[in-house]
């Protein structure tokens, strides 16, 4: 088994979300030091890549093939909820924009479901929308 390259990518999170990831990658390392002496000590970025790891998972044991170019086959159009999500987070899409480092233009097309995001840029969006399940984050319509 060949090991890949790994590749580092910045994260922007808010404050207070890096302050819950701390305070769990603390707690998780004082009991691992108590139960667990063996396990390696993990990072911010440990427990980041693991989540993101874990959320690609869940992603992929979804029938739609969402991980690859949201390309649905079969009967039904997958379409997003963004609108409703920043609505009901009083987030303006000029905001999103700004948070994720997107074209205004872009993530109105993706909002107003004229166009799919990529992986890349669905994490962003994503990450910026504070991680809503993705069931709330997607719907299906017929075709």
């Known amino acids: 088994m060949t090991k890949e390259k790994l590749i580092e990518v910045p994260v922007r999170l808010r404050e207070s979300t890096l302050q819950f990831?701390?305070?769990i990658v603390e707690y998780e390392n004082k009991k691992n030091r108590l139960f667990n002496k063996d396990k390696p000590?993990?990072?911010v970025e440990d427990f980041i890549a693991g989540c993101c790891?874990?959320?690609i998972r869940k992603i992929e044991t979804y029938n739609?093939?969402?991980v690859h170019g949201f390309d649905i086959t079969g009967e039904y159009k997958l379409k997003n909820n963004i609108k409703k999500i920043l609505k009901e987070?009083?987030?303006k899409q000029l905001?999103?924009?700004e948070l994720t480092g997107l074209d205004k233009?872009?993530?109105n097309l993706i909002v107003n479901n004229r166009t799919q995001p990529t992986l890349e840029v669905f994490l962003k969006i994503w990450a910026a929308l504070d991680f809503p399940p993705i069931e709330e984050m997607f719907y299906k319509v017929p075709e």
């Open 105 to 107: 233009s872009t993530i």
């Open 41 to 43: 000590y993990t990072t």
């Open 64 to 66: 739609e093939k969402i």
């Open 53 to 55: 790891i874990e959320i």
């Open 21 to 23: 990831i701390e305070n």
């Open 89 to 91: 987070k009083n987030i």
């Open 95 to 97: 905001d999103l924009a």
